[in-house]
Each structure stands twice: as C-alpha cells, then as structure tokens.
C-alpha cells in the first residue's frame, strides 16, 4: 500500500502539471488580473510567493497585479472602486458590503479562521465584556472584528453606545493599545497573535463560532464576463491551499516572512486558521446569515432588507467545479 503522504504528493504533482503545462487557453480578452494578497489570507500570501497565478496566465498574456488589502473594508473599497477583480474579507463583511452596494459574490472560502477576539493589556482590568461599559475600543468598521465586537456586546446586554469606539485600521489598532491610547481593542491575526507573545496581551473574549469564514469575493461584473478566468484562479488557489496544509513547516516560514513577524507569531496565527473545506456550503452560510441576523438587531443593516436573500444573492458556488476538500 503506498503511504498517503506519497499518494498527495503525487496528487499535488498532476493537479500542477494540469494547472500549468495544458495548452495556451483564450483568456477572455483580460490585459490584467488585479488579485489582493492579505496577512489574515495565508493561502493568498502562498500564491503571491511562488508566482502560480503568473504562471497560469502567462501563456495568454494576462499580467497579475498583487494588491495589499490591510482589512476587510479596504478590500471591500478596492473592489468597489474597480481596482481589484477579487479580494480577501471575512464572509460577513462581505455581506455588509454587499447591502450597502458593493456589487460582489462570494465565491470561495480560503479559511475557517479564529482570527478576531476582544484584547485587553494585561494589567487594564478587563476581564469579561460587561467590563467595556464607558471604555474606549479599538476597532476597524465594516470588518470581521467590528461585527464580532458588536456580537459580543449584545451577549452582555450592550450596544455600540455604550463604549467608546476608536476607529482605526488594525495595526494602528494594535499600536493604540499598547501605548494605553485605548483600554481595548477588537484584534485581528497576525497582530493579534503578536500582542499576545510580545506584550502578554489578553484575549478576555473569544468564541470561534463568531468569527465568519474567509472567503474570495469577485467583483460580479468580472465574474459574468471572465467566468473561465475566475474558475482556473480557483484551481490555482487549490493548489496554494493544498500547498499549504502539505508543507505546514514551510507555509509557517513563508507567513512569517511576508507579514515581517517572527515564526513564533505565524505559528499561532495559522494554528488558529482552518485550511481544509473551500466550499461555501450549509455552515459557511448559517455562519454569515447569524452575522446578518446580528447586525440587524444593532441597527447596522436596515430593518427592511431581507437578510436571508441578501446571503443567497451574495454567495455562487457555481465556480468550484469539481473542487473537493481534504
């Protein structure tokens, strides 16, 4: 019996040969494909490293063009604006986006991530949630962190008027807390997980269940008219996922080099990062549509909007293909 270890690399070695050694396909008439690469996407950072996507559309002449999305809300804003094609954000601000007009799907999850928790320097005195009333938080809105934060507080009986909310992107996040600027912060890896080693920051909440899954977003625009484009990038993007859970020794080095943090820092981040089912089924949709039931109740998407269809319209699954999970 061969050993499976043997078995997936040589899977991984005929998924690479079909990915970049086919015969030169039409790419739809595309001079540019813009991708994001973000440091909450491990599997985004693998491709940019090993130039895959540039590989897969050379030979039609397609340049890739990496662009760095800092958070949720800025890929959202990139996407809005045209200046990405597909982007990286978190399955409910991905929902939020779409609500308020950004015209995108939702096409593909690249993580199940605990990426999000509420951090508290460990000498504040903040112990549990109900401990924010009248304090001040860091927070990126529009992201996965702010709508955890608003979770968080409704299981304390609380709404957003009862802190004080400092808005900033998540390092400067980060950075207002150590400087004591802020009493908290609604954290997001790799920074969070570096808070943690560093300083002996505190993750006083946390619930994995809250955190909504990665997922892909394409402008859908670009979808309908580049459908083939997108579903051979998802190949791609199989392969780096496969990639990453084959070489976890690798991928931890690679992260700690592309977020410029130690490997202590990528270890727990990408401990805390589920890589296995790409698939945006029955969970990853019950997950995002809790969130949009949520900020809902807060008053962040209006009352009249149907939250179950706004979920429909912004997940299509139509591009995994045969794309299966491991």
């Given at each position: 019996m061969i050993a499976p270890h043997i078995v997936?690399?040589?899977a991984a070695m005929i998924l690479g040969i079909q990915l970049f050694a086919g015969p030169a396909r039409a790419a739809d008439q595309l001079d540019e494909l813009h991708l994001d690469y973000a440091y909450y996407n491990p599997v985004s950072?693998?491709?940019?490293?090993?130039?895959?996507?540039?590989?897969?559309?050379?030979?039609?002449?397609?340049?890739?063009?990496?662009?760095?999305?800092?958070?949720?809300?800025?890929?959202?804003?990139?996407?809005?604006?045209?200046?990405?094609?597909?982007?990286?954000?978190?399955?409910?601000?991905?929902?939020?986006?779409?609500?308020?007009?950004?015209?995108?799907?939702?096409?593909?999850?690249?993580a199940k991530p605990e990426w999000t928790a509420l951090v508290a320097r460990k000498d504040a005195g903040i112990a549990r949630?109900?401990?924010?009333?009248?304090?001040?938080?860091?927070?990126t809105r529009g992201t996965d962190p702010h709508i955890f934060l608003i979770r968080a507080l409704q299981?304390?009986?609380?709404?957003?008027?009862?802190?004080?909310e400092v808005l900033l992107q998540h390092q400067d996040g980060r950075l207002a807390l150590d400087k004591g600027d802020v009493d908290a912060w609604?954290?997001?890896?790799?920074?969070?997980?570096?808070?943690?080693?560093?300083?002996?920051?505190?993750?006083?909440?946390?619930?994995?269940?809250?955190n909504?899954?990665?997922?892909?977003?394409a402008r859908a625009a670009f979808a309908a008219q580049h459908p083939d484009i997108v579903r051979r990038l998802l190949q791609v993007y199989e392969h780096g996922r496969r990639w990453a859970l084959d070489h976890p020794v690798e991928l931890r080095a690679l992260?700690?080099?592309?977020?410029?943090?130690?490997?202590?820092?990528?270890?727990l981040q990408l401990s805390r990062n589920d890589l296995t089912d790409p698939d945006l089924g029955d969970k990853p949709r019950a997950t995002i549509l809790a969130a949009g039931v949520a900020l809902q109740k807060a008053g962040i998407i209006p009352r009249g909007v149907d939250v179950d269809a706004s979920v429909s319209q912004l997940i299509d699954r139509q591009f995994l293909g045969r794309l299966s999970s491991r």
């Amino acid at each position: 019996m061969i050993a499976p270890h043997i078995v997936r690399t040589i899977a991984a070695m005929i998924l690479g040969i079909q990915l970049f050694a086919g015969p030169a396909r039409a790419a739809d008439q595309l001079d540019e494909l813009h991708l994001d690469y973000a440091y909450y996407n491990p599997v985004s950072l693998v491709l940019k490293d090993k130039g895959w996507v540039e590989q897969e559309f050379k030979r039609d002449g397609v340049t890739v063009r990496w662009v760095l999305s800092l958070g949720s809300n800025k890929a959202l804003e990139f996407l809005n604006a045209e200046s990405l094609d597909l982007g990286s954000t978190a399955g409910a601000a991905a929902l939020l986006g779409r609500i308020h007009g950004t015209p995108i799907k939702a096409i593909y999850v690249y993580a199940k991530p605990e990426w999000t928790a509420l951090v508290a320097r460990k000498d504040a005195g903040i112990a549990r949630v109900a401990d924010l009333k009248g304090k001040r938080v860091a927070v990126t809105r529009g992201t996965d962190p702010h709508i955890f934060l608003i979770r968080a507080l409704q299981s304390a009986g609380l709404t957003e008027n009862d802190i004080s909310e400092v808005l900033l992107q998540h390092q400067d996040g980060r950075l207002a807390l150590d400087k004591g600027d802020v009493d908290a912060w609604a954290g997001l890896d790799p920074m969070m997980a570096q808070a943690q080693l560093q300083n002996g920051d505190v993750l006083f909440y946390r619930n994995p269940n809250l955190n909504t899954y990665g997922v892909l977003d394409a402008r859908a625009a670009f979808a309908a008219q580049h459908p083939d484009i997108v579903r051979r990038l998802l190949q791609v993007y199989e392969h780096g996922r496969r990639w990453a859970l084959d070489h976890p020794v690798e991928l931890r080095a690679l992260v700690a080099k592309a977020t410029r943090q130690s490997e202590a820092v990528a270890a727990l981040q990408l401990s805390r990062n589920d890589l296995t089912d790409p698939d945006l089924g029955d969970k990853p949709r019950a997950t995002i549509l809790a969130a949009g039931v949520a900020l809902q109740k807060a008053g962040i998407i209006p009352r009249g909007v149907d939250v179950d269809a706004s979920v429909s319209q912004l997940i299509d699954r139509q591009f995994l293909g045969r794309l299966s999970s491991r």
